[in-house]
């Protein structure tokens, strides 16, 4: 059984920056996939960022390019989200995600095995 643990979120003002971590634990993390979601209040939960296994191949949506930066440490079983420049429409609770089949890209729920709890974060104006 993988658990997955996040950490990091907060209050921030607009343009400001947060690091998320997520720590991983149950199974070999270095070949899974690596994943975060966000869900605002009163919406669906979206795709954010992603990371392969293996190869490190990184994929991001289209409102987070150029802001936040997924990064991870196999070493430390640990997977970042790096988030600059912030909005307040990045309020929301972020979850990490881990996909078994690693060599695969995936911007879907349905690409993900395992889910943290969560962690909010929110940006004032």
């Known amino acids: 059984q993988v658990q997955l643990v996040e950490s990091g979120g907060g209050l921030v003002q607009a343009g400001g920056s947060l690091r998320l971590s997520c720590a991983a634990s149950?199974?070999?993390?270095?070949?899974?996939?690596l994943g975060w979601f966000r869900q605002a209040t009163g919406k669906e939960r979206e795709f954010v960022a992603q990371?392969?296994?293996?190869?490190?191949?990184?994929l991001y949506a289209d409102f987070v390019k150029g802001r936040f930066t997924i990064t991870r440490d196999n070493a430390k079983n640990t997977v970042y989200l790096q988030m600059n420049s912030l909005k307040p429409e990045d309020t929301a609770v972020y979850y990490c995600?881990?996909?078994?089949?690693?060599?695969?890209?995936?911007?879907?729920?349905?690409?993900?095995?395992?889910w943290g709890q969560g962690t909010q974060v929110t940006v004032s104006s």
């Open positions: 149950g199974r070999t993390f270095s070949s899974a996939r």
């Open positions: 990371i392969r296994g293996r190869d490190g191949s990184t």
């Open positions: 995600a881990l996909g078994v089949l690693g060599l695969v890209s995936s911007a879907t729920e349905r690409g993900y095995d395992y």
